[in-house]
């Protein structure tokens, strides 16, 4: 990875241990984010690459579930973001997300995959979050049309997710992998 992308990775991780602790309580069983709602607003004003940093922090301290709706916090952020912003260079801000996707990606869907109950309420609490949060790095109003293709593709997932709850599950235990 080009030493400038290890470099924003590090900033967006430093930035999220000292000016975004995680603080999380019991979430009510419907609701899976438990983050403080000081924090929440402090994370819908970050880079998405932000998100994605607060999501593994959850993710590493056995908060799987709210990790996986930061998750898809992040995910729409940051392709909504890219896709807004197609002058971005190949290099720089959409690097970052392959790799974002690639690494803890793959972690928390792997996780998340093994209740479809949890994954489709968690991508629904992403889509939630986001539409009751103004994106100052993206504004919605600016970028309506790019915003609404990324819910939609966002939205596609989760029904796919439900119209093959059964082939899900089966290959995750012909894969060796839990199911909950």
């Not at 993710?59 to 709706?69: I, P, Y």
């Not at 690097?95 to 994954?119: K, R």
């Not at 966002?154 to 093959?164: E, K, P």
Request: glycine fraction near 4%; charged fraction near 15%; charge should be negative.
């Amino acid at each position: 990875m080009p030493s400038h992308l290890r470099l924003h990775l590090a900033a967006a991780s430093l930035a999220l241990t000292l000016a975004l602790p995680c603080t999380t309580a019991l979430a009510a069983s419907s609701n899976m984010i438990a983050t403080a709602p000081a924090v929440q607003t402090q994370l819908a004003t970050t880079h998405p690459s932000t998100l994605y940093m607060h999501a593994q922090k959850l993710f590493e301290q056995g908060h799987k579930d709210e990790a996986t709706v930061w998750f898809y916090i992040g995910q729409l952020r940051f392709r909504y973001h890219l896709l807004a912003h197609p002058e971005l260079p190949a290099d720089g801000e959409p690097a970052v997300m392959d790799a974002l996707n690639a690494t803890l990606g793959q972690q928390i869907n792997e996780w998340a995959g093994g209740s479809i109950d949890h994954w489709v309420a968690a991508i629904d609490q992403a889509l939630d979050w986001d539409a009751r949060h103004d994106n100052p790095l993206t504004p919605k109003d600016q970028y309506a049309t790019q915003l609404a293709e990324i819910r939609t593709g966002l939205q596609g997932l989760r029904q796919h997710i439900l119209d093959n709850a059964d082939t899900i599950r089966a290959e995750r235990v012909a894969n060796g992998l839990d199911n909950r």
